[in-house]
């Protein structure tokens, strides 16, 4: 599978004008569950996989749509969509859909994250993170002033944030411990690595609305 990946979840924070400018882009779109709706109410046609106790059957939008059913109970919607993009031969894909009023929803998206293999960008309405696991060296645009959180998901260690106002060099973080939350860009580019662990690297978005 080539060119670029959009996964939709049903998560209704992110504005519909940024959703369809997101969506037009994407070479392949993956809906799960029931956010395909919200991609059919735009004249879409994603891919939908999941469990489908969320589609709605009576939607003539869906007609001639893959529609791929799991009912694998122990394995979230987000789980499936990004186990069939994997499946398919993608590497790397960007996620939206992941903030709403489901605070277990946009935990367990996190999680489902951690446990794939594919490379992902959460892309929310103001900012962008990604999952920073061992051997990685995130690299991204900023502009000074912006929102920077290294958040661990699992205790880390050689943890190193440069690029903010206050930087780390290969020190621990836990969740039950010391992490870094709203620091600041100083510089064009802001830089993130672990050599243990995995954490959250939460980037304030710097291109303009719509832009992938």
Not at 31 to 44: M, V
Not at 97 to 126: A, I, Q
Not at 189 to 199: F, K
Request: proline letters at 6%; charged letters at 20%; a negative charge.
């Amino acid at each position: 599978m080539q060119g670029h990946i959009l996964g939709v979840l049903a998560g209704q924070d992110l504005p519909q004008n940024l959703l369809e400018s997101w969506a037009r882009r994407a070479d392949v779109l993956v809906a799960a569950d029931g956010a395909a709706h919200r991609l059919i109410g735009l004249g879409l046609r994603p891919v939908v996989v999941g469990d489908l106790d969320s589609l709605d059957r009576s939607d003539p939008g869906l007609a001639d749509l893959v529609v791929v059913e799991d009912g694998d109970p122990y394995r979230t919607d987000c789980d499936k969509l990004l186990a069939w993009v994997a499946a398919q031969g993608g590497v790397q894909l960007d996620l939206v859909g992941v903030e709403g009023d489901r605070l277990d929803h946009t935990l367990s998206t996190l999680m489902s994250v951690l446990r794939s293999p594919l490379k992902v960008r959460l892309r929310t309405r103001t900012a962008d993170a990604w999952i920073v696991r061992p051997g990685e060296h995130h690299s991204v645009g900023a502009h000074p002033g912006a929102t920077v959180s290294l958040l661990p998901l699992e205790p880390s260690i050689g943890v190193s944030l440069r690029g903010v106002e206050w930087p780390l060099e290969q020190v621990e973080l836990s969740p039950r411990g010391w992490l870094s939350i709203s620091n600041r860009a100083t510089a064009s580019r802001v830089e993130a690595s672990v050599d243990q662990g995995a954490a959250l690297f939460y980037v304030e978005r710097t291109l303009p609305e719509g832009s992938l």
